[in-house]
T-cell receptor, first 118, second 115 residues
């Protein structure tokens, strides 16, 4: 079963506006971590933001914020004030058993291609 | 943040030959590294978990004899694609963690083309 689901293959946003990229997950482990990565056309994976399952507050990093709704098992990424350089593919990922001896492998969603329009 | 260097960034090889890809942690020791494969416009699929000083753990469906992984030191893991075929053409990317409660840092990736 798909553990990480990104239902938006592609998204458009006008420059300077905010955009939300959806991510839902499925796990029975009470301890897990959720990540968002940006992948520009060059291929590198750029870490954006992290949310732990026990974190009480939603994570924020500059223009990036994570809308964590634990009961709904969703971890949407919000990008505020979009810039042309934000155009890229965005991946949501999960690591289970975060506090255990788990190797810590990441499971990735299908990705969302974001295009910022001038 | 921590730096992971992957080499080469691009490689073209002939069908039937082998290709080695290196993944180095430059400023930290990584007991565990991960190798992923990514087809165009698709997600990253974990191929194997590389553990320093022991055999790699391969994901289901990944041929361990075709994708040889060696993690001989705390800063270097290598992936060798043996007897490469055109269907092995893909983007390969490694990652490593500094510790248990940190994000994974990725290498720049290697774009392999088998002709």
């Amino acid at each position: 079963a798909q553990k990480i689901t990104q239902t938006q293959p592609g998204m458009f946003v006008q420059e300077k506006e905010a955009v939300t990229l959806d991510c839902t997950y499925d796990t029975s482990d009470p301890s897990y971590g959720l990540f968002w990565y940006k992948q520009p056309s060059s291929g590198e994976m750029i870490f954006l933001i992290y949310q732990g399952s026990y974190d009480q507050q939603n994570a924020t990093e500059g223009r990036y914020s994570l809308n964590f709704q634990k009961a709904r098992k969703s971890a949407n990424l919000v990008i505020s004030a979009s810039q042309l350089g934000d155009s890229a593919m965005y991946f949501c990922a999960m690591r289970e058993g975060f506090r255990s001896s788990n190797t810590g492998k990441l499971i990735f969603g299908q990705g969302t291609t974001l295009q910022v329009k001038p | 943040g921590a730096v992971v260097s992957q080499h080469p960034s691009r490689v073209i090889c002939k069908s039937g030959t082998s290709v080695k890809i290196e993944c180095r942690s430059l400023d930290f020791q990584a007991t565990t590294m991960f190798w992923y494969r990514q087809f165009p416009k698709q997600s990253l699929m974990l191929m194997a978990t590389s553990n320093e000083g022991s055999k790699a753990t391969y994901e289901q469906g990944v041929e361990k004899d075709k994708f040889l992984i060696n993690h001989a030191s705390l800063t270097l893991s290598t992936l060798t694609v043996t007897s490469a075929h055109p269907e092995d053409s893909s983007f390969y990317i490694c990652s490593a963690r500094v510790g248990a409660n940190t994000e994974a840092f990725f290498g720049q990736g290697t774009r392999l083309t088998v002709v």
